[in-house]
């Protein structure tokens, strides 16, 4: 991971699954490899970005995303700063771009960024000097959590090609669905969306997915069953008609999961809405549940896009 400077990705953004080839794909995933064991050891730091400014940049709120962002950062030994908007100019009115420039005149090397708007990473891409991560746009894209989710699965399955993956539940606001359904479907895997009429993008059809609206067939004999939250805030006015109506039809318990195949294993990006989209006894069951797993790979594949990014900085790798 360090005695290479190689570079992974084509790109000097990572802004999308969507432009990603299927070789920078495993590159990064194979990278994340010596990251987990990195993780796992009792010293996990590295000098690969000492002296380089990483920001994040985040204006939706976050727990795994940013701190894990922050700590991949600090890991490979760079400068990391987190911007609460909470706190910054945008709650006085200045605009995404007004604030990101500003940013850039500080000279960070890597901005992190997530925004409410689809296309808010590509944009900045577009005005800033410095590299871009888009973690999270609006429901476009989340990148890094589609490599997470397919670096939790390598690792169990010991592959993503020919496996039956189900995403179910809010598949119109989710850019984790968007970018799952890109890698997946990349990388040979068949992916099916579950999901009630009210929660399928208009477009679904043509994503290259099998599409159910009946959990219990949807479910039956996938290897990986992926459940998304109900995002309420990207919704105005009712999509479903009540939570427990929802969990009944959609939700996930031990009575659907045991219609996927004998050995699958069930994922969630978080935050989890329990008793809403999964059931809390198969939430925290350990012999299925990836979910923790999931976080766990989520440094260990942001300290691979930092790495793959730095090694396209000006200056050369650190
Ligand atoms: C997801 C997100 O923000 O898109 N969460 C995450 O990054 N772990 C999914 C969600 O908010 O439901």
């Known amino acids: 991971m360090t005695e290479t400077d190689t570079p992974i990705l084509n790109a000097r953004h990572l802004l999308g699954i969507e432009a990603l080839s299927v070789g920078e794909i495993t590159g990064l995933l194979d990278l994340a490899e010596e990251y987990v064991k990195l993780g796992r050891a009792p010293q996990k730091k590295l000098a690969l970005l000492k002296g380089r400014t990483v920001i994040n940049l985040f204006f ?4 795994r995303t940013q701190s894990s962002f922050e700590l991949a950062g600090k890991r490979l030994g760079a400068d990391t700063m987190n911007m609460s908007v909470r706190t910054s100019s945008v709650s006085k009115g200045e605009t995404l771009v007004d604030t990101a420039t500003t940013l850039n005149a500080m000279r960070p090397d890597i901005l992190i960024v997530r925004h409410q708007d689809s296309g808010a990473a590509e944009l900045l891409s577009r005005k800033l000097d410095c590299s871009v991560v888009n973690a999270g746009d609006g429901c476009h894209e989340h990148p890094t959590q589609a490599l997470l989710d397919a670096l939790t699965i390598r690792r169990r399955l010991g592959r993503l090609d020919g496996l039956t993956v189900a995403i179910c539940g809010d598949i119109a606001h989710s850019r984790v669905a968007r970018s799952n359904i890109h890698l997946l479907t990349k990388m040979g895997a068949t992916v099916r969306l579950i999901a009630p ?3 399928l993008p208009a477009d679904a059809a043509s994503f290259g997915c099998e ?5 219990n067939k949807g479910v039956a004999d996938v290897d990986i069953v ?3 939250r109900l995002q309420m805030e990207r919704m105005a006015g009712a999509f479903v008609p009540s939570a427990r109506e929802y969990f009944r039809f959609w939700g996930l318990d031990r ?3 045991a219609l996927a195949k004998p050995h699958a294993f069930v994922m969630h990006p978080g935050p989890m809405n329990r008793g809403v989209e999964i059931d809390s006894a198969v939430a925290d069951d350990i012999e299925v549940s990836l979910i923790q797993e999931q976080v766990e790979m ?5 300290m691979a896009v930092l790495d793959a990014l730095s090694r396209g900085l000006s200056g050369g790798s650190a």
């Open 211 to 215: 599409i159910f609206t009946d959990m």
């Open 226 to 228: 992926m459940m998304l």
């Open 197 to 199: 009429k009210t929660l």
């Open 255 to 257: 009575k659907k999961l």
């Open 60 to 63: 939706e709120p976050s727990t």
């Open 298 to 302: 989520g440094v260990a594949i942001r």
